[in-house]
C-alpha cells in the first residue's frame, strides 16, 4: 500500500456533512421509485443485486455511527489519504456484511430512512476532530466523512449503470469531494512532477516521475471528466477503453496512466 507522505488536501466538514445527506438522500428518493423486479437486476458488481447495492450504500453510511458508538481511540495513526489503498483489504467481509444486511431489511425505504435520522443524530453530538477507529486507522471524523462522499459517488454510479433509465443526479460538492480525493490518491501511488492530470472543474495534481515542469504548457498532460475519473480510477472502466472513446484526452510519453489504475480495488 502506498505511503501517504503527501500533504492532505483539506476539506470542510460542514459542506461535506451537507453534501453527503446531499448526495444519500438523492439516492434514497431513486430508490423508493424502483419496482421489485428493478432490485433484481444485476449490477456491474458481479453478483450483487441493485438490492444489494442499495443495502451496501447504506452499509457505507452507517460505517459513520458504528465508529461513533465505540470508544476514540487514543491517538490518529492514519490520514484520509491511506483509505484509498486499504478498501481491497476489506472486500469479503464487506459482501458478507452486504448479504446480511439485505435479508435483515426487505424494506429498503424504512430501512435507510433510519440510516438518515441516525446519522443526522450523531453528526450533531460530536466534533469534526473526534477521532474515529475506522478501517485503515484512526482518523477524525471530518476526513471520514470525505471518504463516505467517495462510497456515495461511486455507488450512485453503479446503480445508474444498473437500472436502464435510472439517472441519479450528483450533489456538486459530494462530486468535488470525491473526485479530489481519487486525485490526490493518484498523486500519492505515483509521486512525481512530470504529468500534469486535469479533471475539471474539481481537481488538477502533478504525478509521475521524471522532469518536473515549471512554466508553460506541462509536456505530459491527461484530462478528463470527473465521472470518467470515477470510474478509471475504480477500476469501472478501463484505461484504453476511455481514450478510444474520447472520455480522456492524453499528450506526452508519461500520460499513459494504464499501468496506475484503478486506485480503489
Not at 3 to 9: D, E, L, N, S, Y
Not at 74 to 89: E, G, H, S
Not at 191 to 204: F, H, K, L, Q, W
Request: glycine residues 6%; contains cysteine.
Amino acid at each position: 500500500m502506498p505511503t501517504a507522505k503527501k500533504r492532505a488536501r483539506t476539506y470542510d466538514p460542514v459542506r461535506t456533512r451537507t453534501a453527503l445527506l446531499a448526495q444519500f438522500g438523492n439516492v434514497r428518493e431513486a430508490v423508493r421509485a424502483l419496482s421489485d423486479e428493478q432490485l433484481t437486476l444485476p449490477t456491474r458488481l458481479g453478483v450483487w443485486t441493485v438490492r444489494e447495492l442499495v443495502a451496501h450504500i447504506g452499509m457505507a453510511v452507517t460505517a459513520v455511527h458504528r465508529s461513533l458508538d465505540r470508544p476514540a481511540p487514543p491517538a490518529q495513526n492514519a490520514v484520509i489519504l491511506d483509505w484509498p489503498f486499504a478498501t481491497a483489504a476489506n472486500s469479503s467481509a464487506i459482501a458478507d456484511f452486504t448479504r446480511t444486511l439485505t435479508a435483515q431489511h426487505p424494506d429498503l425505504d424504512a430501512y435507510l430512512a433510519d440510516i438518515e435520522q441516525t446519522f443526522t443524530e450523531h453528526l450533531d453530538t460530536h466534533p469534526g476532530t473526534r477521532l474515529l477507529d475506522t478501517n485503515v486507522g484512526a482518523m477524525p471524523l471530518a476526513d471520514y466523512l470525505v471518504t463516505r462522499t467517495v462510497e456515495l459517488c461511486v455507488h450512485t454510479d453503479d446503480l445508474n449503470a444498473a437500472v436502464p433509465g435510472l439517472d441519479i443526479p450528483f450533489d456538486r460538492q459530494a462530486l468535488a469531494a470525491c473526485t479530489r480525493l481519487l486525485a490526490d490518491a493518484l498523486a500519492v501511488k505515483a509521486p512525481g512532477g512530470s504529468t500534469e492530470v486535469r479533471i475539471p472543474p474539481y481537481a488538477v495534481v502533478q504525478c509521475v516521475e521524471g522532469p518536473r515542469h515549471t512554466r508553460g504548457t506541462p509536456p505530459n498532460v491527461v484530462e478528463t471528466d470527473p465521472l470518467t475519473w470515477l470510474r478509471l480510477a475504480t477500476g469501472r472502466t478501463r484505461w484504453n477503453d476511455a481514450v478510444e472513446e474520447a472520455r480522456v484526452s492524453a499528450s506526452g510519453e508519461r500520460a499513459d496512466l494504464s499501468g496506475l489504475l484503478p486506485i480503489m480495488g
